[in-house]
C-alpha cells in the first residue's frame, strides 16, 4: 500500500517562508512525479507544482518565482519551498504522486491527507 506522508505547514507572517515535505512509502515500481495542489476555502483545488522524476518542473503562474519544488529520488520525497506569502497562498497543500506500482497496471495517483498553509499577520 502506497502513503504519502506530508509536513511543515503552519502560521507564517506575509512575506515569510515555509518548506513542505511529502514522502511517498509502502511498496511501488517507479515514482513518475510527484507534486503539490492546494484548496482555498470554497475555491476549486488547484495545481501549485509539479516535478518529473527527471527533473522538469512547472509551477502555477501565481507562484512562479516564489515557489521551487525539488525532489530527492532516492527518498521518494518532494519539497516545496514557499517565499515570499501572501495572505492569498493560505489553503491546505497536498502532496500527490503518480505511482508505477508494478508492471501489470498502469499508473495511479496517489494524495497525501493535507497540511495548513496560514498566511496572516
Known amino acids: 500500500q502506497v502513503q504519502l506522508v506530508e509536513s511543515g505547514g503552519g502560521l507564517v507572517q506575509p512575506g515569510g517562508s515555509l518548506r513542505l515535505s511529502c514522502a511517498a512509502s509502502?511498496?511501488?515500481?517507479?515514482?513518475?512525479?510527484m507534486g503539490w495542489y492546494r484548496q482555498a476555502p470554497g475555491k476549486q483545488r488547484e495545481l501549485v507544482a509539479t516535478?518529473?522524476?527527471?527533473?522538469?518542473?512547472n509551477y502555477a503562474d501565481s507562484v512562479q518565482g516564489r515557489f521551487t519544488i525539488s525532489g530527492d529520488n532516492a527518498k521518494n520525497t518532494v519539497y516545496l519551498q514557499m517565499n515570499s506569502l501572501k495572505p492569498e497562498d493560505t489553503a491546505v497543500y497536498y502532496c500527490?504522486?503518480?505511482?508505477?506500482?508494478?508492471?501489470?497496471?498502469?499508473?495511479?495517483?496517489?494524495w497525501g491527507q493535507g497540511t495548513q498553509v496560514t498566511v496572516s499577520s
Open positions: 509502502g511498496s511501488f515500481f517507479r515514482i513518475n512525479a
Open positions: 516535478i518529473t522524476s527527471g527533473g522538469s518542473t
Open positions: 500527490y504522486a503518480d505511482i508505477l506500482v508494478n508492471l501489470l497496471q498502469p499508473p495511479l495517483v496517489y
